[in-house]
T-cell receptor
Framework: DVKVTQSSRYLVKRTGEKVFLECVQD?????MFWYRQDPGLGLRLIYF???????EKGDIPEGYSVSREKKERFSLILESASTNQTSMYLC????????????FGPGTRLLVL | SQQGEEDPQALSIQEGENATMNCSYK?????LQWYRQNSGRGLVHLIL?????REKHSGRLRVTLDTSKKSSSLLITASRAADTASYFC???????????FGGGTRVLVKP
């Protein structure tokens, strides 16, 4: 069965902290994605990766970076957390590129104080 | 602006009734997908319809696609309380292009 896991369900951080959000998939998928979800704005793509050590910017990459050292793991990094990064963060993976079915993790709700 | 816009934003129905929601988009697409999200959880893929398809079924779900009107509809028949969730459409403009999600329709199925 397809499984995408995220390291935390809830996270509270302070402004200026460096934050790591981890995502792991066990499906041997090439493609992995990070989205943030905010009320009324739907899901917005932050970064994606189509292979190990490869990354591409999405629609809103500012303030974020990513790391993909292993195929199964895709990390989202907030270099210096700000209150406007309070959001729900969703990781997804897919076997085929972007436009095919994506499998989502349960999400991490991040609160930056 | 978002490629996919769902309508209505919220829907409340009784158990057993059908629920219909629509998705409109602005530019031509390669495919359109529907996802479900239970409260506070990740999204679950429901169905994918390609631009050359007009209708698709999966269990109690029926999806239609009208590329001339740039719209899609998702019908849930004989709804159950467990169908209470938000439903999102997502479109991709062309092969290799990213998915763009709409704002979602919140569906409440009352027992």
């Amino acid at each position: 069965d397809v499984k995408v896991t995220q390291s935390s369900r809830y996270l509270v951080k302070r402004t200026g902290e460096k934050v790591f959000l981890e995502c792991v998939q066990d499906m041997d998928h090439e493609n992995m994605f990070w989205y943030r979800q905010d009320p009324g704005l739907g899901l917005r793509l932050i970064y994606f990766s189509y292979d190990v050590k490869m990354k591409e910017k999405g629609d809103i990459p500012e303030g974020y970076s990513v790391s993909r050292e292993k195929k199964e793991r895709f990390s989202l990094i907030l270099e210096s957390a700000s209150t406007n990064q309070t959001s729900m963060y969703l990781c997804a993976s897919s076997f085929l590129p972007h436009q095919e079915t994506q499998y989502f993790g349960p999400g991490t709700r991040l609160l930056v104080l | 602006s978002q490629q996919g816009e769902e309508d209505p934003q919220a829907l409340s129905i009784q158990e057993g009734e059908n629920a219909t929601m629509n998705c409109s988009y602005k530019t031509s697409i390669n495919n359109l997908q529907w996802y479900r999200q239970n409260s506070g959880r990740g999204l679950v893929h429901l169905i994918l319809i390609r631009s050359n398809e007009r209708e698709k079924h999966s269990g109690r779900l029926r999806v239609t696609l009208d590329t001339s009107k740039k719209s899609s509809s998702l019908l849930i028949t004989a709804s159950r309380a467990a169908d209470t969730a938000s439903y999102f459409c997502a479109t991709s403009k062309a092969a290799g292009n990213k998915l763009t999600f709409g704002g979602g329709t919140r569906v409440l199925v009352k027992p």
